[in-house]
């Protein structure tokens, strides 16, 4: 496949000193056409609807981390369109999702996060233990019909990896371990089971859930959106990775430290580094050796940074895994990062039935430091809509790089729907993920023949 001329990604990595693992060294691409793709899948509200019927009942999607309920009684909700659950660890230390609706008159249930004895009705106080068996009825004598078996709250399935709760609401759907296909095995080397919520930022977004999803998993955007980071990322000689037998998940790879190829004739390693140093990326001051490189300069502040902040040992790691992006998409809504540079975690939800808003998440899932208990998780933070990325600390420097993100993406919305066409055209290679995605969708949600 046709990709920017120069210097590949492997070809930068080839000439790392802390060779990159094997992981790295895969590439795939998958043929998938240079047509226009249609817009309406972003505007629709029947296609929201179609969503609701054929894709979030059909998915196993990540409601929350582990440690959100490590402890019995620890329970949060999970909204997703009109479904809600109750995440909860049952006193027998099982995780269960309950349907959030009250099997009297069906109130809402719970709202939020907290640790529960039982689960009680606001309305009239029907109330169940956490083993979602019937604990007590108000005025039992007037429910003669009530059997307490058939009042067992239902249940969607549960499960876990990589210390995230996944949840799928169909009680008959293929196991978990399925729908990730090869994913697992490319963690191998991150356990993100092994990292704690260091930040937990969310806000409402006024675009679709997939314009946010995909304004994420292309570099192509960095000329446009991230222009002051070209001097020391190699927007486009980024891996763009899809296997054309995994439907669920595909990957980039960024390489960090050397100059995008749309400046790089006029990048000497030293300015690089000059212009990084204003990031905080190195040491102001900070000069180039005779026979380094400006990538090489950064690897060596990135393996300091990530020690001191984090207390992790990244002598058994390659340079690729503490300097670049190494991000993954996991079908439909989900972006996780691998290696040590980029320790982040996005996830868009849809807002309601809106096709034009989304709820995005953020965490930032940081090693636990070598030898100490893990961390209690950040509490969430919901961003109002004055505030930005850049006013929490705890994001660091990817609260002012998200907050370029955060611009654009309503932007896209409020261009598609005064667009006059009905397609957008993508870069065959730099945009094959979503491509990508937009194919697995179709295959869960196809488009009417008259859409
Ligand atoms: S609706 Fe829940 S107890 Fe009445
Ligand atoms: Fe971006």
């Known amino acids: 496949m046709t990709r920017c001329p120069g210097p590949s990604y492997q070809d930068i990595i080839d000439a790392d000193a802390a060779a990159p693992p094997a992981v790295l060294r895969e590439t795939s691409t998958d043929s998938l056409g240079a047509h226009d793709l249609p817009v309406d899948v972003y505007l629709s509200a029947d296609y929201v609807r179609r969503e609701a019927e054929e894709l979030w ?4 999607q990540i409601a929350g981390r582990v440690e959100d309920v490590a402890n019995p009684g620890d329970s949060f909700v999970y909204d997703i369109g009109e479904n809600s659950l109750i995440i909860l660890r049952t006193q027998a230390g099982e995780l269960r999702a309950y349907h959030n609706s009250c099997l009297h008159r069906g109130t809402r249930l719970r709202d939020g996060a907290g640790s529960l004895e039982r689960i009680r009705c606001p309305f009239h106080g029907f109330t169940w233990n956490l083993e979602g ?3 007590d009825v108000p005025c039992r004598w007037d429910f003669p019909l009530i059997e307490d078996d058939a009042f067992h709250l239902p249940e969607a399935q549960i499960d ?3 210390g995230f709760v996944f949840v799928h609401l169909d009680p008959e759907a293929a196991p978990l371990e399925d729908y990730l296909e090869d994913l697992p095995r490319h963690f191998e080397r991150w356990p993100l089971e092994e990292r704690f919520v260091a930040a937990r930022v969310e ?3 006024t675009c679709n859930w997939k314009i946010a999803i995909e304004a994420f998993i292309e570099t192509f955007h960095i000329i446009g959106v991230h222009a002051a980071n070209l001097p020391f990322f190699g927007d486009a000689n980024s891996q763009y990775d899809v296997w054309p037998d995994q439907r669920h998940h595909d990957r980039m790879l960024n390489a960090s430290g050397v100059p995008s190829p749309h400046i790089r004739h006029e990048m000497s390693d030293q300015r690089a580094i000059d212009i990084a140093a204003r990031f905080g990326m190195v040491e ?6 005779e026979g380094a490189t400006a990538r090489s300069v950064m690897v060596e502040a990135s393996r300091k940074r990530i020690t001191d902040s984090t207390g992790v040992d990244t002598s058994g790691f390659g340079d690729a895994e503490v300097q670049d992006v190494i991000q993954y998409s996991l079908f439909p809504n989900i972006v996780l990062f691998g290696g040590l540079g980029s320790p982040l975690f996005y996830r868009a939800r ?13 965490m930032l899932l940081q090693p636990i430091p070598e030898g100490a208990e893990r961390p209690a998780p950040a509490k969430r933070r919901w961003l109002e ?3 930005k990325w850049g006013d929490v600390p705890e994001l660091s420097y990817f609260g002012p790089v998200l907050d370029e993100d955060q611009d654009i993406m309503p932007r896209v919305q409020r261009g598609l729907r005064a667009s006059r066409r009905p397609g957008i055209s993508l870069g065959v290679y730099q945009e094959s993920r979503i491509r990508h995605f937009r194919r697995t969708l179709e295959e869960y949600v196809p488009r009417a023949e008259s859409d």
């Open 284 to 289: 102001p001051g900070t000069q180039v050796p």
């Open 203 to 205: 806000r409402r977004v």
């Open 385 to 387: 809509e004055h505030e």
């Open 160 to 162: 876990t990896w990589g």
């Open 133 to 135: 068996d019937l604990a």
């Open 350 to 362: 849809p807002d309601g039935d809106d096709p034009n808003s989304c709820l995005f998440e953020v």
């Open 57 to 60: 009942p059909k998915v196993w």
